[in-house]
């Protein structure tokens, strides 16, 4: 079993929809990242948290440690929001990054 | 600030050659990762560096793989003799001192 398991793996959904995409994990964590990937390949960091929730335009996080769950939403999603997002951990004092299968999204006009 | 610079952003081998992949991270960031990535694999870390100091290369592959910085501005991840499943992109991240990861585009590395 994977370390940081992301849920769907794939998703697509039409423009306008709000999308949820979960990440959970079996380690204890001193942060947790969300990663976006577009299709030209270039990765983008659009969250680092520990707790509670985050926000940025309509994208948000949110944490739950006691659970090990995270969340990451999209609100209004449109077109250019397709890309793959992965959810990654860091264990402890540590720096390295323990990284989820990444979630495919695609949203269609 | 330019960002994470990486070179080359593609690079062609023939099996057995030596491939040099260049990174200059972010100015004041004071630890730098090299990532590779597959579709099989996905993300995977080969490297960090603190500081200019190795701190962990568990995920260096094997022995064929080195990484250096000889200072905080560059650094270099060398594969020798480059095999075919070497073919992957290879991505240096600069990180912040509060953790946070700036990726560089990434050199995709094919190895015929």
């Known amino acids: 079993k994977n370390e940081v398991e992301q849920s769907p793996q794939n998703l697509t959904a039409q423009e306008g929809e709000f999308i949820t995409i979960n990440c959970s994990y079996s380690v204890g964590i001193s942060a947790l990242h969300w990663l976006q990937q577009h299709p030209g390949g270039g990765i983008v960091s659009l969250f680092m948290l520990s707790s509670g929730k985050k926000k940025h335009g309509r994208l948000i996080a949110t944490i739950n440690i006691q659970e090990k769950h995270s969340s990451l939403h999209i609100t209004a999603s449109h077109p250019r929001d397709s890309a793959v997002y992965i959810c990654?951990?860091?264990?402890?004092?540590?720096?390295?990054?323990?990284f989820g299968q990444g979630t495919r999204l695609t949203i269609n006009p | 600030d330019a960002g994470v610079i990486q070179s080359p952003r593609h690079e062609v081998t023939e099996m057995g050659q030596e491939v040099t992949l260049r990174c200059k991270p972010i100015s004041g960031h004071n630890s730098l990762f090299w990532y590779r990535q597959t579709m099989m694999r996905g993300l995977e870390l080969l490297i960090y560096?603190?500081?200019?100091?190795?701190?962990?290369d568990s995920g260096m592959p094997e022995d064929r793989f080195s990484a250096k910085m000889p200072n905080a501005s560059f650094s270099t991840l060398k594969i020798q003799p480059s095999e075919p499943r070497d073919s992957a992109v290879y991505f240096c991240a600069s990180i912040t001192p509060g953790g946070r990861q700036y990726f560089g585009p990434g050199t995709r590395l094919t190895v015929t």
């Open positions: 560096f603190n500081n200019n100091v190795p701190i962990d």
């Open positions: 990654a951990v860091r264990s402890g004092g540590a720096q390295k990054l323990v």
